[in-house]
């Protein structure tokens, strides 16, 4: 099977879906859209690749599934499949985090000037967005007295 597709298309939503998490204003419909249409769409996506593998429905070059060992990790990795669902995986938590960090900031007045470049971090890469972000996030969160 020719994962190029499926890999780009998940890429194609995701990057849509941040510029506009982005660069648009935060419409209710918008958040709401990113949300089930963003990130819904790449966890179906994740979910039936990784059901079809598990299953044996979609066949892989990498083997059987082994998430107890860096070696049975590394071989799900080293087929295409394993790298479009892994990727995948990746696309919809940190996209789901970004729509979590956009909310918190605007809740609690944050300027998108200082959202923009740590949504930017989570999108390239996702645990060092999120980190910034709860770093900056306290001051404010402690001045309003908001810890939601």
């Known amino acids: 099977m020719d994962w190029n597709p499926i890999f ?55 083997g059987g599934a082994d998430f107890s060992s860096i070696e049975g990790v590394r071989a ?12 995948t995986h990746y696309l919809a938590f940190d996209l789901f985090v970004g729509i979590w960090i956009a909310r918190d900031g605007d809740m609690k ?15 390239l890469a996702g645990p060092l967005g999120l980190g910034l972000w709860l770093l900056i996030r306290e001051p404010a969160a402690r001045k309003l007295g908001r810890w939601h």
């Open 76 to 87: 799900i990795f080293a087929s295409d499949a394993g790298v479009t669902i892994g990727w």
């Open 8 to 62: 780009g298309a998940v890429n194609l939503l995701a990057l849509i879906a941040w510029a506009a998490l982005i660069l648009l204003p935060r419409w209710p419909a918008l958040l709401a859209a990113l949300l089930y249409l963003g990130v819904g769409l790449l966890c179906l996506v994740y979910a039936a690749g990784l059901i079809g593998v598990l299953s044996g429905a979609i066949p892989t070059d990498g």
């Open 109 to 123: 007045d944050i300027s998108r000037f200082i959202q923009a470049p740590v949504l930017l971090a989570t999108f």
